[in-house]
């Protein structure tokens, strides 16, 4: 979702924090409620400028950190170590 540039509504829990910063590139809401996911959702949804921002902030974050070159140089630096013993 976020190469997509998406901006994301996820619980605060599981892989989820690792992924989003909040505010930046999406928003944590805590688990199990409800409530908190229905207001960040409205919240964001009445501010397109805010919603845009974060859109592209979460592309931008995830190309760097997921992104096909970053997977690739991760991949490569993997097997030069491997060469190199």
Known sequence: ???LGTPLIA???G???EIIRQGETG???PPDD???LAERTLALLRQPEARA???AK???DALARFGMQRHAKSIMQIYD????H
């Open 53 to 55: 921002a974060i859109a």
């Open 27 to 29: 928003y944590l809401v």
């Open 1 to 3: 979702a976020m190469l």
């Open 15 to 17: 892989g989820n924090p």
């Open 81 to 84: 170590s491997i060469l190199a």
């Open 34 to 36: 409800p409530d908190a």
């Open 58 to 60: 979460a592309r931008e």
């Open 11 to 13: 619980v605060d829990s």
